[in-house]
């Protein structure tokens, strides 16, 4: 920057103009907007917010639903049924171009990071935790007995009457045991037919890999799943070999274990899960490993195998497939 400011003219008669969106705390727009000789024009979509927040989160709640095949109608029914009530205090920057319907619809799609740097000017420090873990959706087993019958939820009982479209495991491997190294990841995950995916078990530990798979394959038994995902970067390239010799000495048949590579960005790919934790379409189990979920409340300041694990297993849910029936545990 410092040497295009330089090319300009003698004269001193050169303008430069510099437009965007404030998409990290330390660009270069953030820094411009703190040195004097800039003239500064800053635009926000939202210039004053509602002030029936309440309602609007009642449309969050609405436009979530994943129960409602017609979610975004009954999220703008309800919209203008109270439109005079949900538009009151509101400033809009471009109200035909943004309105509060599609705004408030952009906090549940993308994610309050996103809604903040890309329409608000007000980029999201990465040095802060981004997801809040005691504001999590969780869930619980209801047993009968030894037998798996029903989740509990939002102090509620949702019997098993419907089974689990998919399960899947992902396995986030980590060669080094000593003190300080990574931790070796395994998580296993479940998508209902709504699209809500449920975290139902994570190990993170540092142990050798052969331990490692034997978790793997214990966990497989234990849940069923008849896909898992390995991440297979650098040295994990080299695991599918030891996971079909384990296979073979346990005589396990039904698991398949796909390698994946991994290219794009990690804090930005396990963000992307941040709307469907926020919304309730991403639940855990409460009796899942501490270090795992001191991981997801710590991320992005701290050790990132366990987050990374779940957004593999999250990933791969979101891909469109086939039915699967599984068999909850037992």
Not at 218 to 232: A, I, P, S, V
Not at 261 to 280: A, C, E, F, W, Y
Request: proline fraction near 5%; glycine fraction near 6%; charge should be negative.
């Amino acid at each position: 920057m410092k040497d295009i400011l330089k090319l300009g003219s003698a004269d001193g008669k050169t303008n430069v103009t510099v437009i965007g969106t404030c998409l990290h705390p330390h660009a270069l727009l953030q820094d411009l907007l703190q040195l004097p000789g800039w003239e500064h024009h800053f635009y926000q979509a939202v210039i004053e917010f509602p002030k029936r927040t309440d309602l609007w989160k009642t449309y969050q709640t609405l436009y979530s639903d994943l129960t409602d095949p017609n979610r975004g109608a009954t999220a703008l029914n309800f919209y203008h049924s109270n439109q005079a009530l949900m538009d009151a205090g509101a400033k809009l920057l471009w109200p035909e171009a943004d309105s509060l319907p599609k705004l408030y619809a952009m906090m549940v799609d993308e994610g309050e990071a996103s809604f903040r740097s890309e329409k608000q000017n007000e980029p999201y420090d990465p040095d802060r935790q981004w997801f809040a873990m005691k504001d999590a959706h969780y869930f619980e087993f209801v047993m009968e007995g030894t037998t798996t019958i029903g989740l509990r939820k939002a102090k509620q009982t949702y019997f098993l009457d419907r089974d689990f479209e998919r399960v899947v495991a992902f396995h986030d491997p980590a060669l080094a045991e000593k003190s300080g190294s990574d931790y070796g990841a395994i998580v296993v995950a479940a998508l209902d037919r709504y699209g809500h995916i449920y975290c139902l078990d994570a190990w993170v530990e540092r142990q050798p890999i052969e331990r490692q798979i034997q978790q793997a394959l214990w966990m497989h038994q234990k849940w069923g799943f008849k896909d898992l995902y390995l991440e297979t970067n650098n040295f994990q390239k080299l695991l599918q070999t030891p996971y079909k010799l384990a296979r073979e000495q346990a005589g396990i048949t039904t698991l398949k274990v796909h390698s994946v590579d991994q290219h794009t960005n990690k804090l930005h790919r396990i963000s992307t899960m941040q709307p469907d934790m926020v919304n309730g379409h991403l639940l855990f189990h409460r009796g899942l490993c501490p270090r795992f979920l001191e991981q997801l409340e710590l991320f992005p300041t701290a050790k990132d195998d366990g987050p990374d694990a779940l957004h593999g297993a999250w990933s791969q849910l979101r891909k469109p497939r086939g039915h699967i029936q599984i068999t909850p545990p037992r």
